[in-house]
Each structure stands twice: as C-alpha cells, then as structure tokens.
C-alpha cells in the first residue's frame, strides 16, 4: 500500500461556520455528512444491541434452562428466574432481533448512513435537495427506535409474536405489540421521508456532465432502494393501521369469525382474514430484502472497482439487472406463503416469479466475479470484505432456489435451513459488505485511514466465525429441526443427531462477537490516531474522493463545483500515465 | 445555515422539474400504495364477507353527498387561489385559499356529526368488518384532511411572508400543497360510491 | 410544461370552472345511478367508472397531469402496475375456487 496523497493536507480548508450553535451543528444539523454520521452511529448501537439478543438466545439453544452466565441476573425475575431464560422471554428475543436487525439497524446503515453520506458526494451536490425533510426522516427513525426498545420495559414485555408479526396471535399479544406497531409507523415515515429526498436528490441534483449511464452503481442501487422503500412500504404502513385498529379498537380486519383461545371464545365480530396480513406484511417484506442487498452490491461494486484497478465489467449489464430486480421484487412477495395453504395456482405463479428474479441476481454477482478477473487486486481490508461478499452471498442466494420451489419448501420452510438461507444473504452478505464499506469510506469521513492490521485480525476470524454460526443451520434444517424451538429442539427424539451444532453454533457466535473487539478499537483509535490521509487515498475515480477533501467542506461538500467528462470506472485506460482517469478531468488533461 | 440546492425554484432543464414538484409526486406514488393498500383490504373482506350492507342503509348518503361538493368545491378554489399568484393577484390569492381552509373545516364538521351520529346509534368499528373499513379509511382521510389544513392556513398565514422574499419559489410551494390538497380530493371522489353508495 | 405564463393561466381559468361543472354533474349522476334498481355487479362497475371519469379530471386539468414532463408520467405510470398488484392480493383466495 503506497499512500498516494493526489492533493496535499487540505484540513484547513473547512468553512467553519461560527455562528452555528452546537445543537444546530451535531445535533439537529441539515447537512447531509452530519446525518449520515448520525444515521450510522445510531444504527451501529442498534446493531450490537441486536447482536447481543441473538447471543442470549444463542446461549438458551446450546445449554436450555441453564442460567445465563454473567448477566443472567439482570435480565429480571419475571424475563429470566435465577437467569433461567422463559419461553415468553425467548419470544420477546427472536422477534426484537429480527426487528431491530431489519428496521433499526442494517436499512439504516446502508441506506441512512451510506447513502446519505455517500450519495450526495459521487453526484456532486452540495446536499440531499431536502435538507429539513433529512433531518426529520433521522429523528423519526430515532424516535422509532427508542419506542421499540421501550416495549421490553411494558408489562408483558416486547413485541414476541415474530418479526413478522403474524396475526391472530399478535392481535391477542400483550401490550409490546402496540408499542411495536406505533415504532413501525415511525420508522416507516422515516424511510418514506428518505426514500423521497434519495429519488429527488439523484435525480435533480446530478452535477453537470453526470448523465445515468454514467453514475457510479452505488448510486444506482441507491435510487433502486429508495423507489423500493417508497412504494413497498405504505402496504405495511396501512397493514400496522389496521393491526392497530384491531388492537386497540376492537375491530376484525385479521380475525376470522369463531376463533378459540385457551379454550375462551373471542369476542370479536369476526369476518377478518389472517391472510390478509401475511399479503400485505410480505409486500413489504420482500422488497425489504432487496432495499438490505442492493445498497450492499453498490458497495461491493465500488470497492472491487476500485482495488482491481480495472473497469466494472458488464456495467450496463449490471444497472438494468438491477432495476429488472427491483421491479421484478414486487411481484415475488407469496413466496414466503406457500404454507399457507393459499392454493396451488397461485403459488405456482410465485414459484414462476421467484426462478425469474434469481437471473438477475446472478447476472449481478457473475459480473462483479468476472469485474476480478485479470485485475492486479490490492487486498486491502474494505477488499477482503467485499471479496467475501461475493462467495457468502452466493451461498445465501443458492440456497434461496429451494425455497422458491413449493415442493421443497414444504419441508424446509419451517426448518433452520430458512434461517440459515437469509442470514446468509444479509449477516456475512450485507454487514460484510457495510463493514467494507465502513473500511473503504472511513479516510472520507475522517482523513484518516483505519488500521490494517486490526482490520486483518477482524476480517479473518470472523469469516471463520460467521460460517460456523449460519453454516450448520443447513444441516439441522434438512434433519428437519424446527426454528421455532426455545430449548434448541432437545424436547424431540429425532434430531439427536444434528443437536452437537447447537453448541458449535453457539461457541462460533461467542467468537464472533469477541473478534468484534478488533473493530470497535480500530474505530475509535483510527479516529484518532489512524494514519493521516489525502483527498483520495485508494486512487478513485468518483466525484467523492477526486473533488472533495477529506472531510468534505462541511456546507457545499466541494470547494469548486466539478464536471463530469466520463463514466465511473476508467480504471487502467490504456495511454494514460495513470492508471485511473477520474470522472471529473477534462478530456485533454 | 444552509447551502443553496439547485434548482430549489428554477425547473432543472433536462428534466422540466424543480426539486419539491418531483418530491410531492414521488410522496403521492406513496399515498396511493397507502390507500391502495386499503381500497385491496376492502375489496378482500367484501368479497369474503358471507353478507355486506348497502352503505346507504347504514350511512347518510344526502350528508356524504353534500360533502362531496364541498370537498370539489374546494379543490376548485385551490387550483384558483394557485392561477391568482401565477397573474400576482395577492388579494384573491388569500380570498381563494381561505375558502378553501373554509369548505375543509366544513367538510370536517360535517364528518364530525356523521361519527357522532354513527356512535349515537350505537355504531362501531368493532361491531362488523363493513364498519371497520369505514371507519378506518375515512379517518385516514380526515387526517390527511387536517394535514392539508395545516399546511395551507401556513401557506395562507405566516408563510405568505415568502411571497415577499421570493415569489417564485413561493408559487411553486402553492403548487405543490394543491397537488396534495387535489389528490386528497381524489380519494374521496372513489371513497364515497364505494363506502356509501355500494 | 410545468412553467405556466399568465396568459395560459387566464386560459385555464375557464377550464377550471367547466371542470367543476363536470364534477358536480358527475357527482349528482352517481347519487342517481345508486337510486335505480340495478344489480350490485353492474351497480359497482358503473360506479367505479364514473369515479374514474371524475379522479381522471381532476388529475388531468387541477394538477395538470396533462402535458406533465415524462419523469412524473412515468414514475405514476410505474405506481399504477404496482396498485394494480396490489389489487390482486384479493383475487389470490379465489383462483382456485373457481376453475381456471
């Protein structure tokens, strides 16, 4: 690694605004790089607090009954007696997880955080176009945040039904529920706000110069996500409405008439239909796994680009594979339903939809394989983790088509090969990607580079322990062991064989969560003490790191408003002293 | 503080749009999924439901129909109110946005009885799916009604003051809120033969 | 355009209030057509027409969808398929009651 600094020590460059109070500048600011940080960090703390859900239930699923070592007292009497954690407490822990993990923390960071900081930067505006309506989308989501948590302090303790939440059984949950449906409002207004300013920004603010085809794909998959966020989402908001109404007001959107719990008759007027929630929750729901992986291909995208020092192969490939995904992502929603018994003629239509939306997912990560080929790869960290991005996502996506087809997801739906399957795509697929992208943007952020040794020392224990937590999940889902469990499946004779993993699962989560140390002091020394660096220090050729310092100018972002001249990846063009040719130089340089 | 946005006021050239125009129809996109979503619930329990009222045996059609004038009505003196800052007539401009905020607060009120009559009669929403939906959807409109409230007695008061400083861009922003205002209009316009007359 | 001068929007004026016009009619229409003795099928066809008409109005002439740039055309026209989607959620309990 030879840190070329393209342009000297720019730290002073900053136009300091002095008038500028401390609230209006860290806390409630407009800019877009402050929100963006804002987004991150806050969605970094959700993601730990989400990591250590999983790591008590991990605990409960290698050694059921037993007290939770060190914290089992605090998790109070009426969640865990003497630290033996309850079914009820289990619940609260996989639905909180799955929430938190999905809404607080992973969307957030990809779209909140890089997108906010990133986007603005490679189209080279001076902001998001609605710097307000920034604000309030990241102190919505805040607000939702903080409710959702407050749910494990209710009487009854936190939303436990799923993160899916399917009714009847959510309806009749206890007052967690309620709280959680009010977060979802919040944080889906959140992502409305967003989606809104992404769209109008990417599309109005492109600098002069800067066509479509010539955006970086990590603005694309950007404004792919945002259109997915943007019509996605209000069928859930509308669901939520209606779970509410029933809730709270009697009403029997989702309960069928008749229905017996614990041998009490309810008394609701019935007429409703369950189904009808799991419709519109997917709706959502499955554009949401494209709003998780999308943004995390951009990323990949841009950094394999830029360590391989050659062009992006299949560019034009690559954006119209994704905007076939994002439509097609509409449209493939049942496919979650199929045990639902909704009838074979229908499912056979989402079966179809489902082999279909595989193609372009494959389109993509087969060009940004063969984007590796005959480049001279610098392995750097943010490219180690986007090199491991694209075998660990294979696996997540290859083991998806079973599940797209209804005759082998009959057996497997309701199995840990499910779990396995999507924490595949979204744990060493897309928070490897963000951790790449923390790696990769972090000298922008800060004009500091993180360490490459910590990086190393992170990188590689956790691909070994990451695998041995989510690999195994095949091999009890196709025993048959159901995920839905508290004590792991030790209640059933027929799984004994496969119920060794458990502790294998559990140990390589305890691991992982230990290597993690590595990043957080990474993080923090490198803030301070990492190694000072220039504007552009990977040699890149987009708009963020050709035209602006690091950091950006805090209001304006460039000290001189660029042009663009040519596309984002001229990598090694040939009769070029250098070997990249940023975006913004002019022809005859 | 805060940076200049391009084309904050001026329509960008390529696309013919300035920055809010597009923002408020990609907000709408939203909006119609939202009751998309409902007007999909509706039509699900409807054709599930072993039986369904006629909307006018339960709810007062003569009432929902004068509403239904009142609320066109008022889309009129919207798009009116926008045409006399686009002559730059100030004066009709805030004659035409107050008859507008006017038939919203009547449309309101009048909402207001048709709920308090529906509950006086021992009408809720938990009593059938039919009343559920109702309830549910014209609440959600009202809502959105008192939200357009909101932000035109702003527009008609306090924000008048950016008619001063930059009137284009103020102009746009009475385009915009009547883009909303139009298409609350317009739900209300599918709202009333399906939940009242059908 | 979405630039109006003041001149066109004297001419529009005029179209706004023939609008209105229609409006009340339609809206006097649909009342009517609900007193007559038709069945709920036609009934409900004939009414969601009727509203199509008057919510086609009012996007085309009060918020000028008609001459709209392509951006906006295509972004609705993008909403629409995926409204339409959504509409099928209901139809998905009854393709296999009925033989397809």
């Known amino acids: 690694m030879e840190p070329v600094a393209t342009e000297p020590e720019e730290a002073d460059h900053h136009e300091d605004h002095p008038h500028e109070s401390f609230w209006r500048r860290y806390v409630f600011s407009q800019d877009h790089k402050v929100i ?33 070592p060190l914290i089992g007292g605090l998790l109070g009497e009426n969640n865990a007696p003497q630290g033996r954690m309850l079914p009820e407490f289990y619940n609260q822990l996989g639905a909180m997880h799955g929430t938190i993990m999905v809404f607080m923390a992973i969307v957030p960071l990809a779209v909140g955080a890089f997108g906010n900081y990133v986007v603005p930067l490679q189209i080279g505006a001076p902001d998001m176009a609605f710097p307000k309506l920034n604000m309030a989308s990241y102190w919505c989501f805040f607000a939702g945040g903080i409710l959702m948590l407050t749910g494990f302090f209710v009487p009854g303790g936190a939303a436990q039904s799923g993160w899916t939440s399917y009714p009847p059984l959510s309806v009749t949950a206890p007052t967690g529920q309620t709280i959680w449906l009010f977060g979802m409002v919040l944080l889906i207004t959140s992502s409305l706000l967003g989606s809104v300013n992404f769209i109008v920004t990417i599309i109005q603010l492109r600098v002069k110069g800067l066509t479509f085809m010539r955006l970086p794909f990590f603005v694309w998959a950007q404004l792919v996500t945002a259109f997915l966020l943007l019509l996605a989402f209000p069928p859930l908001e509308a669901a939520g409405i209606l779970q509410l109404m029933d809730r709270l007001a009697g009403t029997s959107f989702f309960m069928p008439e008749g229905l017996v719990i614990s041998g009490q008759l309810l008394e609701v007027s019935g007429g409703g239909s369950p189904l009808l929630w799991q419709h519109l929750f997917w709706f959502l729901a499955h554009p949401e796994v494209y709003v998780l992986i999308l943004p995390a291909m951009g990323i990949v995208a841009e950094i394999i680009a830029t360590n391989t020092r050659k062009p992006l192969w299949g560019y034009k490939s690559l954006v119209y594979s994704l905007i076939f995904l994002g439509f097609m992502s509409f449209i493939v929603w049942a ?46 960290t943010p490219m180690l983790f986007a090199l491991a991005f694209l075998p660990m996502f294979g696996i997540g996506g290859l083991t998806g088509l079973p599940l797209g087809l209804i005759a082998s997801d009959i057996p497997l739906h309701d199995t840990y090969y499910v779990i396995g399957h999507f924490h595949y795509v979204v744990a060493p697929g897309t928070i490897f990607a963000l951790f790449a992208g923390i790696y990769f943007w972090f000298p922008k952020v800060t004009g500091r580079k993180m360490s490459e040794l910590l990086g190393k020392l992170h990188f590689w224990p956790s691909l070994i322990f990451i695998n041995g937590v989510f690999f195994p999940m095949f091999i009890q889902g196709l025993a048959g062991l159901s995920r839905r469990l508290y004590d792991g499946g030790e209640i059933y004779d027929f799984p004994d064989h496969v119920m060794v993993w458990n502790k294998v699962m559990s140990h390589s989560a305890f691991g992982l969560a230990a290597v993690q140390i590595f990043f957080v002091v990474n993080f923090f020394w490198s803030i301070f003490k990492g190694e000072k660096v220039g504007a552009n220090p990977w040699q890149s050729n987009t708009l963020e790191w050709t035209d602006a310092p690091s950091p950006p100018v805090a209001h304006g972002n460039f000290p001189k408003l660029p042009q663009v001249y040519r596309g984002a990846y001229e990598y090694s063009s040939p009769g070029q002293d250098e070997d990249f040719l940023p975006q913004s130089q002019p022809q005859e340089a | 503080m805060s940076v200049a946005i391009p084309f904050n006021s001026e329509p960008r050239p390529d696309t013919g749009l ?147 400083s930059d009137p284009e861009r103020f102009t746009n922003r009475i385009e915009v809120a009547g883009l909303y205002w139009h298409f609350v209009d317009l739900v209300w316009i599918f709202l009333f033969p399906v939940l009242y007359l059908l | 355009m979405s630039g109006h001068s003041a001149e066109e929007v004297r001419a529009h004026v005029k179209i706004y209030m023939m609008v209105f016009g229609a409006l009340a009619v339609l809206t006097v229409v649909t009342v009517a057509v609900s007193y007559l003795d038709i069945a709920v099928g036609p009934a409900m066809v004939l009414a969601l027409l009727i509203a199509t008409v008057k919510g086609s109005l009012v996007a085309l002439f009060f918020m000028h969808l008609k001459g709209e740039v392509r951006a906006i055309l295509w972004t609705l026209l993008l909403t629409a398929f995926f409204f339409l989607v959504l509409m099928s959620v209901p139809l998905s309990g009854y393709l296999d009651s009925t033989s397809l």
């Open chain 1, 36 to 68: 963006g940080i804002q987004y991150a960090v806050t969605a970094l703390v959700f993601l730990f607090l989400g990591f250590c859900l999983m790591l008590l239930m991990r605990w409960q699923l290698a050694y059921p009954g037993q007290p939770v």
């Open chain 1, 335 to 380: 496919h979650h339903m199929f045990l639902t018994g909704m009838g074979t003629k229908i499912s056979a239509f989402f079966q179809t939809t489902t082999m279909i939306i595989s193609v372009p997912s494959v389109v993509i990560l087969t060009a940004l394989l063969l984007s590796l080929w005959g480049g001279s790869i610098r392995f750097n």
């Open chain 2, 18 to 164: 300035y920055n809010a125009k597009l923002g408020v129809w990609l907000f709408l996109a939203s909006e119609v999924m939202l009751f998309g979503a409902l007007f999909s619930t509706y039509i699900l329990l409807r054709t599930a439901a072993v039986e369904w009222p006629q909307g006018s045996e339960i709810l007062d059609v003569p009432i929902a129909f004068f509403n239904t004038l009142v609320l066109i009505a008022s889309s009129v003196t919207m798009v009116m109110s926008w045409a006399s800052l686009k002559m730059g007539d100030v004066g009709k401009f805030r004659l035409y946005m107050a008859l507008t905020i006017l038939c919203a607060l009547i449309f309101l009120a009048v909402k207001a009885y048709e709920y308090g009559a529906k509950f006086s009669h021992h009408h809720y929403p938990s009593d059938s799916t039919f009343l559920a939906i109702y309830f549910t959807l014209t609440g959600l409109h009202g809502l959105h009604i008192i939200g357009g409230v909101i932000v035109n007695g702003y527009l008609w008061g306090p924000g008048l003051k950016m008619w001063k």
